[in-house]
């Protein structure tokens, strides 16, 4: 099989909003919490401070309102070696916050964004000098659910054709119900991952837009234009689709702390390979690797296995994959 496109080296540009978040420390129902401890969450500045755990220079781009909490984000994401330079200060925005409210049954997490400075973000961002030097731009389906001029940022982006792009775009679907009115999602987010030329989605997700009897294959005859799209199956494998030929490469053994953020990590290691040059299987893998930080930890980003580890990790041969156990920093076999 030959998956010769790759997107340019360089730069990946994140935008999006991030938040300010609060857990209930210890974990707990939030209506019993004593305690509440405070994080940072955000989709697209996520996949920013994995890529750059993994040596890729990245700018996360987006507002934060003039507050305690917006600073609390901008603090974050320079300690974790995001460029945050360009990130603007909304005077009379607030900070978008999220509170998260764990179950025996999972976590659900309540939203307070409406009206945050990110959901203020429109086209004219596509004209900041920060995209000019760009290799590849990510964004995700949470941003065109945000607003009106949110949603006209994202269309805009994806209207220009592939082929007449200067820079790459990743889309990942990450469709969140509670943001979008009722029975808009399944078209808007089918149109704009068809627009990108890298698409990542959850095959539940997909399921759930799209169709219940979906598989991987069938996802991408739906979505027939991006040069790459990226299937993943929970726990159990993920599938990259390209017009040459398909990979699909088993989810190591790996205990869940908290899911979220995974989803975030597995595309920022993903596209990392992409960026190197690795073929789909290895990046297949490093997607993985990535993931299995961010499920390792309470907060959305956990820390990455030592470069050597992931180098010896990348290296397995298949049969030695299977058997194997990542737990964000810390690698064994599945049967120990």
């Given at each position: 099989?030959?998956?010769?496109?790759?997107?340019?080296?360089?730069?990946?540009?994140?935008?999006?909003?991030?938040?300010?978040?609060?857990?209930?420390?210890?974990?707990?129902?939030?209506?019993?919490?004593?305690?509440?401890?405070?994080s940072?969450?955000?989709?697209?500045?996520?996949?920013?401070?994995?890529?750059?755990?993994?040596?890729?220079?990245?700018?996360?781009?987006?507002?934060?309102?003039?507050?305690?909490?917006?600073?609390?984000?901008?603090?974050?994401?320079?300690?974790?070696?995001?460029?945050?330079?360009?990130?603007?200060?909304?005077?009379?925005?607030?900070?978008?916050?999220?509170?998260?409210?764990?179950?025996?049954?999972g976590?659900?997490?309540?939203?307070?964004?409406?009206?945050?400075?990110?959901?203020?973000?429109?086209?004219?961002?596509?004209?900041?000098?920060?995209?000019?030097?760009?290799?590849?731009?990510?964004?995700?389906?949470?941003?065109?659910?945000?607003?009106?001029?949110?949603?006209?940022?994202?269309?805009?982006?994806?209207?220009?054709?592939?082929?007449e792009?200067?820079?790459?775009?990743?889309?990942?679907?990450?469709?969140?119900?509670?943001l979008w009115?009722?029975?808009?999602?399944?078209?808007?987010?089918?149109?704009?991952?068809?627009?990108?030329?890298?698409?990542f989605?959850?095959?539940?997700?997909?399921?759930?837009?799209?169709?219940?009897?979906?598989?991987?294959?069938?996802?991408?005859?739906?979505?027939?234009?991006?040069?790459?799209?990226?299937?993943?199956?929970?726990?159990?494998?993920?599938?990259?689709?390209?017009?040459?030929?398909?990979?699909?490469v088993?989810?190591?053994?790996?205990?869940?702390?908290?899911?979220?953020?995974?989803?975030?990590?597995?595309?920022?290691?993903?596209?990392?390979?992409?960026?190197?040059?690795?073929?789909?299987?290895?990046?297949?893998?490093?997607?993985?690797?990535?993931?299995?930080?961010?499920?390792?930890v309470?907060?959305?980003?956990?820390?990455?296995?030592?470069h050597?580890?992931?180098?010896?990790?990348?290296?397995?041969?298949?049969?030695?994959?299977?058997?194997?156990?990542?737990?964000?920093?810390?690698?064994g076999?599945?049967?120990?």
């Amino acid at each position: 099989m030959t998956d010769s496109w790759r997107p340019p080296r360089g730069r990946v540009v994140c935008i999006g909003e991030t938040m300010a978040a609060l857990a209930p420390t210890p974990s707990g129902p939030l209506a019993d919490a004593d305690h509440l401890s405070l994080s940072v969450a955000g989709a697209e500045s996520n996949v920013a401070m994995y890529l750059a755990d993994h040596g890729i220079e990245s700018t996360w781009l987006s507002a934060l309102g003039d507050d305690p909490l917006g600073a609390r984000v901008r603090a974050v994401l320079a300690a974790a070696g995001v460029d945050i330079a360009h990130v603007t200060t909304d005077p009379d925005r607030p900070t978008g916050l999220m509170l998260k409210n764990p179950s025996p049954a999972g976590t659900r997490v309540h939203y307070y964004r409406k009206g945050s400075a990110a959901s203020a973000l429109g086209p004219d961002l596509l004209d900041h000098k920060a995209l000019r030097t760009a290799a590849l731009v990510h964004f995700t389906g949470i941003t065109p659910a945000l607003s009106a001029s949110c949603r006209e940022l994202v269309t805009h982006a994806l209207a220009v054709p592939a082929a007449e792009r200067p820079h790459a775009i990743s889309f990942d679907v990450n469709h969140r119900a509670q943001l979008w009115p009722e029975a808009t999602a399944p078209h808007v987010l089918h149109d704009l991952a068809d627009r990108a030329d890298i698409v990542f989605v959850g095959l539940d997700e997909a399921q759930e837009l799209w169709g219940a009897h979906l598989t991987p294959t069938a996802v991408r005859e739906l979505l027939p234009a991006p040069r790459v799209v990226v299937v993943k199956d929970g726990p159990r494998e993920a599938t990259a689709l390209t017009p040459a030929g398909s990979a699909t490469v088993p989810a190591p053994h790996t205990p869940v702390t908290e899911p979220v953020g995974a989803g975030d990590a597995f595309a920022a290691g993903f596209l990392t390979g992409l960026l190197r040059g690795e073929p789909l299987s290895r990046s297949l893998r490093l997607g993985h690797i990535t993931a299995a930080s961010a499920l390792s930890v309470t907060g959305d980003h956990g820390p990455l296995p030592p470069h050597s580890t992931i180098d010896r990790l990348l290296d397995l041969t298949d049969e030695q994959w299977k058997n194997v156990r990542v737990a964000g920093g810390g690698v064994g076999r599945a049967d120990k």
